[in-house]
């Protein structure tokens, strides 16, 4: 029930935020928003393989985030490009990505922003590039993708939290990597 409660007064915030954007702004961010996102997400088949990330999990040792955020209306706190250095955290993320339960087959999204972000762990001990990589759509569907079958983050938003603490912010969560609306 305080998840609900929870989920709720975020979504009360949202709708806060957004009733100061004039109508005219929010309906060019839809369209912009439609023009790059397909309405409908389809997750790939399960494997019985468990993904290369949550093997090496105990290696991870570092990690580095890349924002793309090719519409400049966003407002985000912190860098486009974060390095986290402290390997516990990076576990941490990496571990709760790989605990995160499969998109359902067929499930309908709401058209999601162009917001992505690229996770590279880096794993002690390998060669070449030395990591893995996977990408985070906080809109939308609210998906990771890069671990065998498409994830969601929706109602698992802890994700959030654990990512915005490994890169340095308190009380980071879905808005954060979301983004805010820029007025003007």
Avoid at 124 to 145: F, L
Wanted: with cysteine; net charge positive; aromatic share 8%.
């Amino acid at each position: 029930m305080a998840l609900v409660e929870r989920r709720s007064d975020t979504s009360m915030k949202l709708l806060s935020r957004l009733a100061v954007v004039p109508l005219s702004l929010l309906s060019a961010v839809a369209l912009t928003a439609c023009a790059g996102a397909s309405s409908t997400t389809t997750s790939t088949a399960s494997t019985s393989a468990v993904p290369y990330l949550c093997q090496v999990l105990p290696r991870v040792d570092r990690l580095i985030v890349t924002r793309h955020a090719p519409d400049s209306h966003f407002k985000f706190s912190f860098p486009a490009v974060v390095t986290v250095t402290n390997a516990s955290k990076a576990r941490a993320v990496a571990q709760s990505a790989c605990g995160l339960p499969q998109l359902p087959g067929g499930e309908h999204c709401p058209a999601g922003f162009r917001v992505s972000y690229n996770l590279d762990f880096a794993v002690k001990g390998e060669k070449g590039s030395g990591g893995e990589a996977i990408n985070v759509y906080p809109t939308g569907c609210e998906t990771v993708t890069g671990l065998g079958a498409v994830r969601t983050v929706a109602e698992h938003h802890a994700f959030f939290r654990l990512l915005g603490s490994a890169i340095g912010l308190k009380d980071a969560g879905y808005f954060t990597f979301a983004g805010i609306v820029e007025l003007g």
